[in-house]
């Protein structure tokens, strides 16, 4: 059974920080695409950064420069670094894992983040 379970979420002022981690289990981790999408109340689901299994990254232009993605193979765990964060970034923070021979993806659950200002 694959599990996919992200934590570090929480309440947060403007220009804190915060790590969000998400431990998969069930799945060949280091063979996975991972990334890191969040949804704001009332908007659409969007990727905030994403890890290639040969550790290629990227991210979305909002973040880029406060947000740093990182995994660690060793301990199947995605890890995403939050820096000066803003009001904006308030959202449910989803991981997600892709394998690409089968097109096949998992979600976590997700764990909200709250950035008051």
């Known amino acids: 059974q694959v599990q996919l379970v992200e934590s570090g979420g929480g309440l947060v002022q403007t220009g804190g920080s915060l790590t969000l981690s998400c431990v998969a289990s069930?799945?060949?981790?280091?063979?996975?695409?991972m990334g890191w999408y969040r949804q704001a109340p009332g908007k659409q689901r969007e990727l905030v950064a994403g890890?290639?299994?040969?550790?290629?990254?990227n991210y979305v232009d909002s973040v880029k420069g406060r947000f740093t993605i990182s995994r660690d193979n060793a301990k199947s765990t995605l890890f995403l670094q939050m820096n000066s964060l803003k009001p904006d970034d308030t959202a449910d923070y989803y991981c997600?894992?892709?394998?690409?021979?089968?097109?096949?993806?998992?979600w976590g659950k997700g764990t909200l983040v709250t950035v008051s200002s």
């Open positions: 997600k894992a892709y394998y690409r021979p089968s097109r096949v993806d998992y």
């Open positions: 069930g799945i060949f981790f280091r063979l996975h695409d």
């Open positions: 890890i290639s299994s040969d550790g290629i990254t």
